[in-house]
Every structure is written in structure tokens, then in C-alpha cells.
């Protein structure tokens, strides 16, 4: 049985911690449906009902582009390796590009990462555990650096002409806000 919560409670903020791994959901009004795993130490509890995480380049940018038609987000994290809890957060969110006169501010509550694209600041309306019970057990072999180096290789004019050509619209077309 699911566990409802309106806010994040301190052993939330400690299992979110311990995670490698979590998941975001949106979606538009219309088109499709995205679901992305995100890794590397990229987001933080900024509160009892706000998260910020901060979106490293990749090869497409729904999220940022969903946001821009609905503010809707889910995130959800799940204990692979010994504690069998599922937890999601639920809420609306909002996309910070580096031009955004707030960047600077939530960029300093987040780890400088090479090729960071955007902030998602989120504000949760309800945070739901469950058991977990019939998600698989793995363990961290460790963290990928492959999206860093590229990243760093390029430098932020290449960077910016990347986004520019792959982050500018969702894979049904709508505007991203690159």
C-alpha cells in the first residue's frame, strides 16, 4: 500500500541521497510520453517541497520542451541495492536556461558539471513511497564519465552549436526554449 506525504520528510531526503539513479516523467498535451533515467550527482532536495536538478546536454531535450506546453514533472527513484522503496515526487516544474537572471543563484545550490544545459526547479505538491518489493536488486559498479569528457572536449561554443542543432525541438517537433 502506497504511503502519501505533502512534503518531503528527512528519511525521503536520506534515501533520495543515497540513489544513483533516478527517473523523470513528463508530458505534453499531445505526442508522446517521456520517461528518462538521470544519473551522475545532478540534483538536490532543495526543500521540504522543491527539487533542482540540473540537466546535462543529451541527444534529445523533452523535458524542457514538455514544460513549455504543461509544467507537469514526476520524478521517482527506486532502492536497487538493499532497501526496497519506491518513491515518487509529484509537482510542476520549470525550466532555467543559463540566460535566465536566476540561473546563478540555483546554479551555486548544484555541482558544476561539464555541458549543463538547463535547471529544472521543481515544487512538489505530493511525495508517495511504496514497497518496492518486486524491484530487482543491483549493485553500482560506478559511475560512467563518457557524457563528461565529451562534453569538456567541446567546450561551450561547440556545445552551444550542438544544442543548437539537436536541443531546439522534442522528437514531435515542439519548441524546447534552446
Known amino acids: 500500500m502506497a504511503t502519501r506525504f505533502a512534503a518531503f520528510e ?9 540513489q544513483h539513479i533516478f527517473f523523470v516523467a513528463t508530458a505534453a498535451a499531445g ?12 540534483l538536490r532536495v532543495a526543500g521540504p517541497n522543491r527539487v533542482l536538478w540540473l540537466n546535462v546536454t543529451g541527444s534529445g531535450n523533452e523535458t524542457a520542451g514538455h514544460l513549455i506546453q504543461s ?13 526496497p522503496l519506491i518513491l515518487r515526487a509529484y509537482g510542476t516544474a520549470r ?8 540561473w546563478p543563484a540555483l546554479a551555486a545550490q548544484l555541482p558544476a558539471i561539464a555541458g549543463a544545459r538547463q535547471i529544472f526547479d521543481m515544487t512538489v505538491d505530493l511525495v508517495q513511497s511504496s514497497c518496492g518489493y518486486a ?10 564519465d563518457i ?5 569538456e572536449a567541446r567546450g561551450p561554443d561547440e556545445l552551444a552549436r550542438y544544442w ?4 531546439r525541438a522534442t522528437i514531435d517537433g515542439a519548441p524546447t526554449g534552446i
Do not use: Q, Y
Not at 10 to 18: K, L, P, S, T
Not at 32 to 42: A, E, H, I, Q
Not at 72 to 80: E, P, S, V
Not at 135 to 144: I, K, L, N
Open 95 to 102: 525550466t532555467v536556461h543559463r540566460r535566465d537572471a536566476d
Open 10 to 18: 528527512d528519511n525521503h531526503r536520506a534515501f533520495i541521497g543515497a
Open 135 to 144: 524491484v530487482p536488486r543491483f549493485d553500482h559498479a560506478g559511475e560512467r
Open 71 to 83: 509544467n507537469r514533472m514526476t520524478l521517482m527513484w527506486c532502492g536497487f541495492e538493499t532497501r
Open 147 to 151: 557524457l563528461l569528457r565529451w562534453a
Open 164 to 167: 543548437d542543432e539537436k536541443n
Open 31 to 42: 505526442g508522446r510520453v517521456n520517461l528518462s533515467p538521470k544519473g551522475m550527482d545532478s
